[in-house]
Nanobody, 116 residues
Framework: QVQLVESGGGLVQPGGSLRLSCTAS????????MNWYRQAPGKEREMVAA????????NYADSVKGRFTMSRDIAKNTVYLQMNSLKPEDTAVYYC?????????WGQGTQVTVSS
């Protein structure tokens, strides 16, 4: 079965950095685009970043462009989200996501809190 396991969240001061990881299993990782979403309290879940199956192309929400970088390591079945210059408004639960054969799969989420 498809499993997505995120890690790397935590508490960081404004201007700081974190790197999130998501390790996938249960499907052929190299065939699928992957996404990072986030959901802040009281807000809808929003897409933050996306990467193609081969890793050659990425897209970002306007709110994180220039600060976040998504990458993938096919040998490790893992995607990453490098987050720099973090702001309090980046506080949210971050989720790894894949669409496979028409179904959406989500990880359990990892909390990122940006606060002084």
């Amino acid at each position: 079965q498809v499993q997505l396991v995120e890690s790397g969240g935590g508490l960081v001061q404004p201007g700081g950095s974190l790197r999130l990881s998501c390790t996938a299993s249960g499907f052929i990782f190299s065939l699928y685009a992957m996404n990072w979403y986030r959901q802040a309290p009281g807000k809808e879940r929003e897409m933050v970043a996306a990467i193609t199956n081969g890793g050659g192309s990425t897209n970002y929400a306007d709110s994180v462009k220039g600060r976040f970088t998504m990458s993938r390591d096919i040998a490790k079945n893992t995607v990453y989200l490098q987050m720099n210059s973090l702001k309090p408004e980046d506080t949210a639960v971050y989720y790894c996501h894949v669409v496979r054969l028409g179904y959406d799969y989500w990880g359990q989420g990892t909390q990122v809190t940006v606060s002084s």
